[in-house]
């Protein structure tokens, strides 16, 4: 699907979805966004035929499995930056890219995946909120607004699903949480891949290292930086709180064999020397003293819950018990 | 809560607490410093209604939740710092966030809980105590050395609870210690993540970036980033200190498995020999060596003993018991 | 072997195979290329004989095991880069070496091994594909892009090597595992030692530090700065993955422990006390409660039985078994 | 206790022990060292009152537990250094404070502790033993010189003790062991902490950052930086060591348990086949085979030798004895 | 011993062995090398009173246990480097420190032990290979590049000993194995601490910031430091290669202990009830079911037989045995 967005003279914003009408309104100097959503082979043609983008920035926008970064083409920038992935049922922490070619004219974005920041932006326009500012790094910087402000509910998901995971090791440490200790893990490090790039995407445009970002602006991008850069602690943080999950499982596991072994070793000195003794007297010997007497029997009895009451006492004073 | 303080034409410091009086003070030229204190909306308004502020820097203030900050507005200054959050009972090291507007002519500080930093400043000057330098980067280096000044007893008490657990673990290692090491990690973590950022900001204002900041007064800011810089050094070492408590405590769970097994074995390697030559002799056999003779039975206690104190001496020799 | 392409007056592509026709072609100012693939003695010669090459970028090019560089010698640049080596069939991620020196008017090469991407080259050549571009710094870009683009199927498999593993360690951990673990582990190590500098290399290729590449090209080698940064952050993700591997299978093991010792700790506790009461009861006494009715030996029975289930009810409250 | 030292107008070095007579010196230009050792706070009044010092300097002078650096007031530099705390018998590694004040004139120092540096230069003066250069920064650089020096010793024996430790590990491991090496970490931790910041106040002094210290002094503060840098070396790899020793350390105790559980096996599975088959023939029953030929009991025997070596050589065989 | 080459005033090399020698060398201004091996007192005297060297050199050139450095003095440089020390036969990896000046004139190299590197040039200078290049720096280039390049050999000897140490851990990992994974680590740990600021000795040559380089050599100094740039790299690795194998022989260990564990386990529990049955049936009771018919022995054979194989499987589906 394309959507693109122009002004007529008299300022007001129309919409067109064909090529033809980007064309147009390249052609008038009109226009001020296209967004290109999962494009037809037609549709991508526009980046090189109308607007002449490099063939080098093209071939990265139509490839997949980009990290994010930011190129200086002189006239244009093209950047790739990632937003999440929230329509997924899983739980899973994902990704999807986003394409923007930013000329002092105009804005293009392109993406296969539905986003929820252009869908915004789009609905903003439609719905006749005129942006006040109709430059666009103004429109750029109200899309990675956006796009990164949807990363806050998913990090704050995650935060909350590793708790809830802190708290099973407490309770109940069995390998099914390992397993989840470990996702865990995989989709912190792919968190790390694409947020600390992306950071460097933002501090670029808020520096003022690009002349198509203007000065009065860069407050504005200096504000999502800060708040990607949170992000960014928060994944970093994440990592720590991980590794102390896994640590925490491995001394749960190393406590529950102590426990294990202690009550063995407890039972098996307790019971191994009264079974010997057993074992002594029921030698089938003729002469064995006190198995002629009535009270053999209770004094073994008595004997026995003496060794086994001594043992205990002696495992209480060495605190396995 | 909205104080206000002013000075009047022959010098005088005057307090106002309604916006009203903040219009007039700044109007007149004669404002000093705002503190709001959990500001009412119609409070927060003078921030962009009297003040001007930019809109980016008002919505973080209002906004929780934020990381140690400083924002150059060119006219003036946005700081974001935290101070300790002392009047909690449960021994946890918080912090809580005091937001800072330093122009030319006066200081804005706004937080939601109780600050005992600014709380001092306000005893100071209605107290009489008019300040010797009535410059507003004076105010905001006494604002700033009382905050990072609380932050001493909060970190020696973090030290001392630290100790305490050491202790216990060379005493009496159970699981519950483990549990207070990961609360010690997490709030190492956390406390981390707060001062680290706020070091930078002090280091900034004391290394003369900032025109705000006169010249005179940057020895007085390297005075603070010293004071922070040793609370960073003492969080970094927390860290390696809890570390080394968490090994110390796998260690001596490791140790009391050793000691387990090692009765274990010793009990059952004495008793399992004995019980075999014990059921040799009670076998329901009528041919049984010794067995009508009135010493057997003391032969095979004789025996018994030896092999005990054998094994006894073995274990001895090899370090066992 | 020697590939030698000139081109003619008219501008046609000629080529040559022995080193009088490059000496010509050099005399004649019309070289383009020369592919040393695994050369003989005296076709090295022409390195220093015709080229003049500084005596030690000709020793680094004969001598093998040299980890990616850039030299600038002035009126050359003298790169080592590694190729994966694709035709091996043991399933190792190896590298092979490919020496390249770039003068304003050729290219040389020199590989002992068999090299895709100069064969590919070649090939476009010999098929009368004139290259569109006959700078060298232009065949330069097409050699190393082919090169680099070989490291994606190599680090695909690589990955899929590792998670067939994962799937292993959860399914059946066993000490083969560990050693395929290890093995990873220093491919990766090999790979990081290669990669890295590799990418230092095109990194300081694309960012303007050398004359002979134009500005024009630089974006090309962005690109495949782009994509190596790419690998090199897979690379190092790899190790991550490893060493959660590596903790997967550690756990594992210990979690089998736990399972095998709770086994063995539940038996040994319902059977040592039972063993101990029917050691008791064969005690050979003369006067043993219950010895002479009938129903003795079914109340043992019954207590066994009790004392059976009790115990099991316990560890299923204790969650053992 | 105060030492100021004095030159007279013919060129005498003279010495005072009074405020006063530091206050005649100063007046004079004839000043050359202050030393306040555990000065009275009469004594500690000259620092402001006679030179004037910088209130923060002071400040920072009279608080205890304060961390390397230096500071540039523009007349005077201020440094903190830390002396190895020699005199103390516990073996420990501790550190105390030398605040020093460097004029063009002359040099302040000022502790509380005795310290063996500054003990050695008034010796040096009082013996006669006139400097040959009376240059400020001269007398500065012999009192870091010894300063530094001192902690050579300590350095090797803190050294020998480690080396102590790992040998007592691979002898005897017991659970002091481990107590001592979490004693050396928290010492090594400590010595770093002090360490890193004196090499930086080092470094600073020469490489001509501060126009106090002349250049043809530089090579001799180049000369204490070298070796402060050796003991930061040392520091960093007694780091390494240490954490090898406990790496060591809980390989042995592992190693341990593996050769307790190996013998607990043995035996067990050695006597518990045995014991069954007594048991077996143990039982009261009246037809049992073998029981009432001499020989049944030899075979038994014969039996239990044969499974016991048996088992014996299967042990052999899988290297457990 | 001394060694001191000099060229006539008709280019002739000769040599002296005595200082007066290199005093007249020297004021003739003919001096081009002077070996200090293994000095005298009266031999050590000419660096101060013949170069007159400064102070601060001439002690840390009689000083042992320096590490690599190199300090500009303005006339002259001094470094220090470290040769390996091939001569001994221990097998661990050993450095000994070598001294050098270099002034515009001539090289002094002065060392304890006896040095190949320096060796190797004796002798090509005494068998009348002249040099092709008399100047000082070109010499130092020759002694530096021999030393390095005998790093090469001890390098990959380090490199088999370590493979061995893994063939071991895999094929019978035994606490000696442990202990030279320790010894490892320390050789290592050794050597990252003299190759590391030996490079960068070797850096600072290359990179033209010391004017004794001429320009045009510095290509054979960047030629050695990308050699010990590799060996750097090495020693990088090592470290990762010992810590793998730690971690293998932990495993190993590990792994053992699984396996005993299992066996025990496998034992007791088939074991454990046969014997209560047999112990059941030996009860002393007058009335035991089956005990007075003569198939009662071979039905509980049976039963033990049942019960043996059917754990067995049991084992054998659990992945026990």
């Not at 806050?152 to 390992?178: H, Q, T």
Request: aromatic share 14%; with cysteine; charged share 25%.
């Amino acid at each position: 699907m394309l959507h693109c967005y122009f002004f007529e003279p008299d300022g007001k914003l129309k919409v067109a979805n064909d090529p033809a009408g980007v064309r147009r309104a390249f052609q008038d100097g009109t226009l001020y966004w296209v967004d290109l959503e999962n494009p037809t082979e037609s549709e991508e043609e526009i980046l090189w035929e109308v607007f002449n983008f490099h063939q080098l920035a093209v071939e990265d926008c139509i490839a997949t499995h980009q990290y994010p970064k930011i190129d200086d083409y002189g006239d244009y920038l093209y950047l790739i930056v990632h937003a999440v992935d929230y329509n997924k049922k899983d739980g899973v922490f994902r990704t999807t890219e986003l394409d923007i070619f930013l000329t002092p004219q105009f804005v293009v974005t392109f993406h296969y995946d539905l986003m929820r920041s252009t869908t915004q932006q789009r609905h903003r326009l439609t719905e006749g909120a005129i942006p006040p500012d109709r430059r666009p790094a103004f429109l750029l910087h109200q899309i990675l607004d956006s796009l990164i402000h949807n990363y806050g509910p998913a990090m704050e998901n995650f935060e909350k699903r590793i708790s809830n995971i802190e708290e099973l090791i407490i309770k109940k440490p069995d390998p099914r949480v390992l397993d989840r200790i470990f996702q865990f893990k995989k989709e912190g490090l792919n968190l790390k891949r694409i947020v600390g790039p992306q950071r460097e995407v933002i501090n670029r445009l808020s520096r003022g290292e690009f002349r198509l970002i203007p000065t009065e602006l860069r407050a504005y991008y200096r504000d999502i930086f800060d708040e990607i850069s949170r992000y960014t602690e928060m994944a970093e943080s994440h990592r720590d709180v991980i590794m102390m999950a896994l640590d925490a499982y491995l001394s749960a596991t190393s406590n529950r064999l102590n426990e294990v072994m202690r009550v063995l070793t407890v039972f098996s000195t307790i019971f191994m020397p009264l079974t010997f003794i057993t074992g002594l007297l029921g030698m089938n010997f003729e002469h064995i003293p006190g198995a002629e007497n009535w009270w053999g029997f209770y004094i073994i009895i008595g004997v026995s819950i003496l060794v086994g009451v001594g043992m205990y006492i002696y495992f209480k004073f060495k605190k396995w018990v």
